[in-house]
């Protein structure tokens, strides 16, 4: 099975879990892995995580939470690849998915993105040297710009917890537009 046969075929709720298991060490960035992927993604390209509050803002503090980042375990995080999509497009994206879900009933605000280089998500390691984060291009039909950032190693809870902090804060050194 190819990378691109399972990321066509598994559960999208599980697409982490799934790559964890069929190609370890994040062997399918170097290629594609969705059928409307421009490119696998480079390290040089700046990602935008959109912000939501109230899930992703710390009401306290006004910063964004490490929960923002929670989808890095199972089903990947989803990030738009600046590349390939404007900023104005992440935000009337942003903007429209908080109406959509506010019409749902899950009433949420779009606050803007914060951005991350590739490169520097996949240069994450654990303490044995194990890199942490994988990116693969998981572009959609009418978005070729969408990408996953999932979570190479499943370290249970607590050390999942810490590995959201340390991606958080790793976004956090390319200035966010909010």
């Keep these: 099975m190819s990378c691109k046969d399972l990321t066509s075929r598994c559960d999208p709720v599980h697409l982490c879990e799934d790559m964890r298991i069929a190609f370890p060490e994040c062997r399918c960035e170097s290629e594609s892995v969705s059928v409307f992927s421009p490119s696998p993604v480079a390290d040089n390209e700046i990602l935008a995580r959109q912000i939501f509050s109230p899930i992703h803002i710390d009401p306290e503090t006004g910063k964004v939470t490490p929960a923002a980042f929670s989808d890095v375990a199972n089903k990947g995080l989803s ?24 019409e749902r009933g899950r009433k949420k605000s779009y606050h803007g993105f914060i951005r991350g280089r590739c490169g520097d998500l996949r240069a994450i390691k654990k303490d044995d040297g194990q890199r942490l984060f994988c990116v693969y291009d998981t572009a959609f039909e ?17 050390a999942n917890k810490k590995a959201r902090k340390i991606l958080r804060d790793q976004f956090e050194k390319v200035p966010w537009k909010g």
């Design 142 to 158: 009418h978005d070729a710009a969408h990408a996953d950032a999932c979570q190479a190693v499943d370290q249970g809870p607590s």
């Design 79 to 102: 990030v738009s690849r600046l590349t390939y999509c404007p900023e104005e497009e992440v935000d009337r994206k942003g903007d429209q998915k908080a109406r959509v879900d506010t």
